[in-house]
């Protein structure tokens, strides 16, 4: 969700990102170590390997500058490891993984098709990543349902993104899907123009229909340095719109797994994600080039950055789900990256060296 862009920034919500990247210094546990704890599991108990992985990964989190959660499950051995399992975590853009979920469910049970049409109003314009906002400022655009589901999960886009999320029913229907597979811990609660008002200090939106680049901009200006800071704390105390490193990372499993949705509705939110265009430098980072990688990032310019996946091991060596999220961090996004990078790399090595196919 680039809180407010990342790679595809929109000119009319720049104010937007700035207002955001003055809040990264106020919130601050300086104490980055003592956030990392790792969580003996099961298989961790029966394999010191494992073991020593969970403190590796404890390890690299400290380059983040902020708290990081961490879950990653070796699909065909059943071996996980998991960094501050329970704790919540912003989800920003990663979230638009539930939604797909949701909303292909919808598909699946006829209650429209991929093909079918959507108009696009100005009022469907917000601000984040994305191009809708850039290409499209006046009314008479159409696209397919599949068209908005590939904008959101390529390249993130947020216009996309509440369209679809309005789509699928909205955030309790969302809700409602993962509870009914069994996924705890992963809640999807505000478009993203109300997570990204809120992140920021944004007080008082206009009806949706009424919201315009212009208007929000406006509001954005006027939130002082006291407010911005206020909200940057407040937004780190509210549960809506996170998801737990192990949470996430079971939803990615029965994703796989083919619990979630059709046959041909999972090999398409799954070919989606393997095309994603975002975060290049996260859980990509350090892989040989052709590790292939199914993703989704997630960035709000305070201290979070996030990259959720399903990495392909190659020579049979199996697949792993990897979670990495990180939160109120204190140092450059580029640092931020690096953490998940080193720590991808650290999980793919050793499921990759240490293959084990049964549980």
Partial sequence: MSSVPHH????????????????????????????????????????PGLTRLEAEIARLATISG????????????????VLNRGEP????????????????T???SGAFKLDSMIAIQPSDLHPGSG????????????????NLLELMLLISDNSATDIMLRT???????????????????????????????AIGVKNLPPENQLTPQSFGALARGVSPDAQKAAAEAFYRDRRDTSTPDGMARLLETIWRGRALSKTNTELLLDIMRRCETGPNRIKGFLPPDVVVRHKTGTLNLGVANDVGIIELP??????????FVKEST???EQQERAIAQIARAVYDYFLFSPRTAP
């Fill in 331 to 333: 140092r450059p996004a």
């Fill in 8 to 47: 595809h920034a929109l000119r009319p919500w720049r104010v937007a990102a700035a207002l955001v990247a003055l809040t990264v210094l106020t919130v601050i546990p300086s104490n980055a170590e003592s956030q990392q704890r790792p969580t003996a599991s099961p298989s961790s108990a029966a394999d």
């Fill in 89 to 104: 975590f912003p989800m920003a853009s990663t979230y638009k993984v539930p939604i797909a979920v949701q909303l292909l």
């Fill in 106 to 108: 919808r598909v699946d």
């Fill in 168 to 198: 699928a029913g909205g955030g309790a229907a969302v809700n409602a899907r993962s509870r009914a597979l069994g996924i705890t811990g992963v809640s999807v609660d505000r478009p993203t123009v109300n997570l990204i008002a809120d």
């Fill in 131 to 146: 191009t809708l906002t850039q290409l499209f400022n006046d009314p008479g655009v159409s696209l397919s349902v599949r």
């Fill in 66 to 81: 902020g708290k990081v959660g961490v879950a990653a499950i070796h699909l065909e051995s059943g071996r996980e490891v």
């Fill in 315 to 324: 020579n049979g060596a199996g697949n792993v789900v990897l979670a990495v």
